[in-house]
């Protein structure tokens, strides 16, 4: 019913850049929050930037600095910019974003994209 697509993920050398980007499509008549959650090998998932549909952010402290989410409300579009990458940067992004639908109206459901890859290596 609602599919989020990345893309802008890759191999990239430590200090480098990327942009992650994610679209929301579907049945959507609003979308709430919208964030990036990553999981390196081995470890759990975890939060890496948020944003509310007023435009609120916030960061894991460990990439508060060097990220920048952003949001596109009329292309449900979220976007992550990373700069100065490190190693400890790999792993899969993935995004979320809370949405009500024509046929789910009353409450927000969780949705998650299927992951991009991020490795940062020389």
């Known amino acids: 019913q609602v599919q989020l697509v990345e893309s802008g993920g890759g191999l990239v050398q430590p200090g480098g850049s990327l942009r992650l980007s994610c679209v929301a499509s579907?049945?959507?008549?609003?979308?709430?929050?919208m964030g990036w959650y990553r999981q390196a090998p081995g470890k759990e998932r975890e939060l890496v930037a948020r944003?509310?549909?007023?435009?609120?952010?916030n960061y894991a402290d460990s990439v508060q600095g060097r990220f920048t989410i952003s949001r596109d409300n009329a292309k449900n579009t979220v976007y992550l910019q990373m700069n100065n990458l490190k190693p400890e940067d790999t792993a899969v992004y993935s995004c979320?974003?809370?949405?009500?639908?024509?046929?789910?109206?009353?409450?927000?459901?969780?949705?998650w994209g299927q992951g991009t890859l991020v490795t940062v290596s020389a």
């Open positions: 579907g049945s959507i008549v609003s979308i709430n929050h």
């Open positions: 944003i509310t549909s007023g435009g609120s952010t």
């Open positions: 979320n974003t809370g949405v009500k639908t024509i046929t789910v109206s009353h409450t927000y459901l969780e949705v």
